[in-house]
C-alpha cells in the first residue's frame, strides 16, 4: 500500500473488539461491564436498520465522552467520515445544554438512529431498576427530556 492508497476501514468485529477493551476497565451505574451496554445500544441499532456506519458508532458513541479514547483517535481512525460524524455527534460537551446537543444529534446524519438505540437501553426499567430511587428518578427525567427534544415517543418496554 501506498501513501496514497486509502487504508482499510476497521470492520465491525474490529470496532467491536476496539470499543471493548476501550471500555474494558468501565462499569455502568449498576455496576455492569460497560461492554453490555454497547452491545446493546449496537443491537438495538441493528434492529432498527442501522447500517454498518451505524453499528459502529454504536459501539464507539460513548468512547470519547467517557475518555476511554481521544478525539484525536477517532479522527485518525480507520473509520468512515459518516461514524466519525455520528460518535462525535452523540458525544456530549463539557456544561452542555441539551437543546444544543439534541440539536447536534438532529443535524447529523444518522445519529438519531444511534442516540434512539442508546436511550431505549438507558431507559429501560429493568436497567434503571438496579439503580437508587434518586438517581433513578433523575436518569428517568433526564431520557424523557431528551426524547422529547429530539421528537422521540419514549421506547415502550414490557
Request: proline fraction near 8%; charge should be negative.
Given at each position: 500500500?501506498?501513501?496514497?492508497?486509502?487504508?482499510?476501514?476497521?470492520?465491525?468485529?474490529?470496532?467491536?473488539?476496539?470499543?471493548?477493551?476501550?471500555?474494558?476497565?468501565?462499569?455502568?451505574?449498576?455496576?455492569?461491564?460497560?461492554?453490555?451496554?454497547?452491545?446493546?445500544?449496537?443491537?438495538?441499532?441493528?434492529?432498527?436498520?442501522?447500517?454498518?456506519?451505524?453499528?459502529?458508532?454504536?459501539?464507539?458513541?460513548?468512547?470519547?465522552?467517557?475518555?476511554a479514547l481521544s478525539e484525536d483517535w477517532l479522527r485518525g481512525a480507520a473509520l468512515s467520515?459518516?461514524?466519525?460524524?455520528?460518535?462525535?455527534?452523540?458525544?456530549?460537551?463539557?456544561?452542555?445544554?441539551?437543546?444544543?446537543?439534541?440539536?447536534?444529534?438532529?443535524?447529523?446524519?444518522?445519529?438519531?438512529?444511534?442516540?434512539?438505540?442508546?436511550?431505549?437501553?438507558?431507559?429501560?426499567?429493568?436497567?434503571?431498576?438496579?439503580?437508587?430511587?434518586?438517581?433513578?428518578?433523575?436518569?428517568?427525567?433526564?431520557?424523557?427530556?431528551?426524547?422529547?427534544?429530539?421528537?422521540?415517543?419514549?421506547?415502550?418496554?414490557?
Open positions: 500500500m501506498t501513501d496514497n492508497e486509502p487504508r482499510p476501514l476497521l470492520t465491525l468485529t474490529e470496532v467491536e473488539a476496539l470499543a471493548r477493551e476501550a471500555h474494558a476497565a468501565q462499569t455502568d451505574k449498576a455496576g455492569r461491564p460497560y461492554a453490555e451496554h454497547l452491545r446493546a445500544v449496537a443491537e438495538g441499532v441493528r434492529a432498527r436498520g442501522g447500517d454498518e456506519d451505524q453499528i459502529a458508532a454504536a459501539w464507539l458513541h460513548d468512547s470519547v465522552e467517557d475518555d467520515a459518516r461514524t466519525k460524524a455520528m460518535v462525535l455527534a452523540v458525544t456530549k460537551r463539557p456544561a452542555e445544554p441539551p437543546q444544543t446537543y439534541a440539536t447536534r444529534i438532529l443535524t447529523t446524519p444518522g445519529a438519531l438512529l444511534v442516540k434512539q438505540a442508546d436511550l431505549a437501553h438507558n431507559a429501560n426499567p429493568e436497567r434503571l431498576s438496579a439503580l437508587d430511587e434518586e438517581t433513578r428518578t433523575r436518569l428517568t427525567e433526564k431520557y424523557r427530556n431528551m426524547h422529547e427534544l429530539l421528537g422521540l415517543q419514549p421506547p415502550k418496554h414490557p
